[in-house]
């Protein structure tokens, strides 16, 4: 007897995703945690001049943006990669492209999206203004797809090492600069008054291709690893 | 069904695990893979489970290459590794649901798979409390869940008590005698009474 349909698994992998989470609810705040303490202490250290604040908002909450996603990253294959369930995905009935993009989801919606929708708040205490605050989400929910992606095929393929953390940093971070730039450089045209449509773009076009190629590219690196 | 492995060859750095090696197996029969610590019994298993590749040589199921069948295959065939592949933060139930969506078998009685492990009465307890056996034991239940010909199990018995080594015992001779074929390393003396077993020595 064969199953009905596959959607039913695909809704029962995704469940049991967003499940192991809320039973590991108080380790999902910790990136959220992070990326509100970085944001909080800069006006703290530096003043709480208005302008000041103003100017280096966008750069503050995207770098702080970044660094808790790279935080979250070293544990995306990780316990799957330790307790052998990553080998059964690979021999699993479904595509591991499938597979890998439901772990995907799930982590940007429990590690990323918790901290673009507390943005606006944080923004708000840097003095920042409500159209710059749209420019701002708009850019953190193109941007930290890629920045997710792009620091998963990095860390899946070094998941044969042991504490991979430094080094996943390491490799990361050259990657994760273009983002942070046209990140922020839309986030500063439309404070300065100008169209952010421009950074914007190329964000989205980073976006898709990210979206596209590196769940193959993860694929491929989970192969490696489990070959191990 | 018949699964062939034909001349493979290992290395592991630049040390030969294995070279040339090849065995036959056919439906009903049990493939005992014996050999010291680090002779290379697990990676002679991960080989015939197709996730690694050997150095030389193939191996085949029913005249193809496992590598040209490879999404075919993988749902003839369960593995089961030192590693119990379960997830600690999910109760015994919830895992082995998870288990079914991810192989072909249709939604199957949990409970009564739960009872034939020996965890009867441990559904709805999450699996961080299990003790390293009880975890095993629901390890194996993948077995059951998967509804597989061939069986590849890497040191089934760790872990495992007097009883539950009994019943996997009982499990590869059902599953024998249902015409299915087992391949198993292990450090224990198996006896199988009735049955077919062939070994490889490494």
Redesign the interface.
Known sequence: MNKMTPFHDVYSLISSEFLVAFRHRYEALNPLLFFVLVCLLFPLGIGPSPQLLNTIAPGIIWAAALLAILMSLSNVFRTEYDDGRLELMVLANHSLVLLTTIKLLAHWCLNVLPLILLSPIIASALGMSFDVQITLILSLLLGTPVLLLVGTTVSTLTLVIPQNGMLLALLVLPLYVPVLIFGTSAVNATAAGMSAAGPLYVLAALCVLSLTLSPFAIVSAIKIGVSQ | MILQAKNITCLRGHRQLFTDLSFTVNSGEVLLVEGENGSGKSTLL?IV?????PDAGEVVWNEQAITAIAADY??Q?V?V?H????????TAK?NI???I???????LNINQILERVGLKGYANTPVRQFSAGMKRRLALS?LLTQQASLWILDEPQGALDKAGIELLDNLITEHVANNGMVIMSSHHDVQFNNLTVKTCRL
């Open positions: 991960r489970s197709g996730l690694r590749r993988s749902q065939m593995w590794s590693r119990n592949g379960i997830n600690d933060s999910l919830e649901q998870l288990s969506s991810l192989s072909k078998s249709a939604v993948r």
